[in-house]
């Protein structure tokens, strides 16, 4: 699962002094948005695969729709936000749900490990002063090439494939993390905050997938 926000807000600029709320501000629409996510989880828990495809699509459509919210009304692009984090949850409940019965520990080895992994690599972005705008385009590009990875792997068998793809995509988004955390720190626009929110929830999800996908690969 590995879709991130295309497109930044128009500029409005925030003093210094606005960075530490506009963090806030962010940090606490993820945190609502991993709560809807946890609700859509819960209530997709028994649905089929059939419909994780159809959230997918929507949750898709609802990421396209903020990039264009976000410009004309802050309240619409929050509300799509939520929205996002609820279809997605209902996308991933029957993974979720599968690894809560075959192994119980792993989905919690996953959160905790998801955890230190954003800790850590968004304290490293936030603080880094060097400009890493320009390995947006690699980090791009090497997840295109994840992408079409996991699709060779739905077809073909490789010995520890699945780890492989695993390694890779935490490697990826270990970028992509540093990369999000000191744009929140460099944003020039306070109205952007729900799309940051969005591109860090994402980076959360597809890390903690990734670590699920290590710790229960027994299962």
Same mark, same amino acid.
């Given at each position: 699962?590995?879709?991130?926000?295309t497109?930044?807000?128009a500029?409005?600029?925030?003093?210094?002094?606005?960075?530490?709320?506009?963090?806030?501000?962010?940090?606490?629409?993820?945190?609502?948005?991993?709560g809807?996510?946890?609700?859509? %989880?819960? $209530?997709?828990?028994? @649905?089929? #695969?059939?419909?994780? !495809?159809?959230?997918? =699509?929507?949750?898709? *459509?609802?990421?396209?729709?903020?990039?264009?919210?976000?410009?004309?009304?802050?309240?619409?692009?929050?509300?799509?936000?939520?929205?996002?984090?609820?279809?997605?949850?209902?996308?991933?409940?029957p993974?979720?749900?599968?690894?809560?019965?075959?192994?119980?520990?792993?989905?919690?080895?996953?959160?905790?490990?998801?955890?230190?992994?954003?800790?850590?690599?968004?304290?490293?972005?936030?603080a880094?002063?060097?400009?890493?705008?320009?390995?947006?385009?690699?980090?791009?590009? %090497?997840? $295109?090439?994840?992408? @079409?990875? #996991?699709?060779?792997? !739905?077809?073909v068998? =490789?010995p520890?494939? *699945?780890?492989?793809?695993?390694?890779?995509?935490?490697v990826?988004?270990?970028?992509?993390?540093?990369?999000d955390?000191?744009r929140?720190?460099?944003?020039?626009d306070i109205?952007?905050?729900?799309?940051?929110?969005?591109?860090?929830?994402?980076?959360?999800?597809?890390?903690?997938?990734?670590?699920?996908?290590?710790?229960g690969?027994?299962?």
């Open positions: 699962m590995t879709m991130t926000p497109s930044t807000a500029t409005t600029p925030v003093s210094r002094d606005e960075t530490g709320r506009l963090f806030g501000q962010t940090m606490g629409l993820v945190a609502v948005t991993a809807f996510f946890a609700l859509g %989880a819960y $209530v997709g828990r028994d @649905a089929s #695969g059939g419909w994780a !495809i159809l959230w997918y =699509i929507a949750a898709f *459509a609802v990421l396209f729709a903020m990039n264009y919210a976000v410009q004309r009304s802050e309240q619409l692009a929050v509300t799509l936000l939520f929205g996002f984090g609820l279809l997605l949850g209902l996308a991933v409940a993974t979720i749900g599968y690894y809560l019965d075959a192994d119980p520990q792993a989905v919690w080895q996953a959160g905790g490990a998801t955890a230190l992994f954003i800790a850590g690599f968004g304290a490293i972005g936030y880094t002063r060097r400009d890493l705008s320009a390995l947006t385009r690699v980090f791009f590009w %090497a997840l $295109v090439a994840l992408i @079409a990875f #996991g699709v060779v792997l !739905i077809f068998q =490789i520890n494939g *699945a780890l492989i793809y695993s390694i890779a995509g935490l990826i988004f270990a970028g992509l993390t540093v990369f955390f000191q929140l720190r460099q944003t020039q109205r952007s905050a729900p799309l940051l929110a969005a591109s860090i929830f994402l980076d959360v999800l597809n890390v903690f997938l990734f670590f699920l996908s290590i710790f690969r027994d299962n």
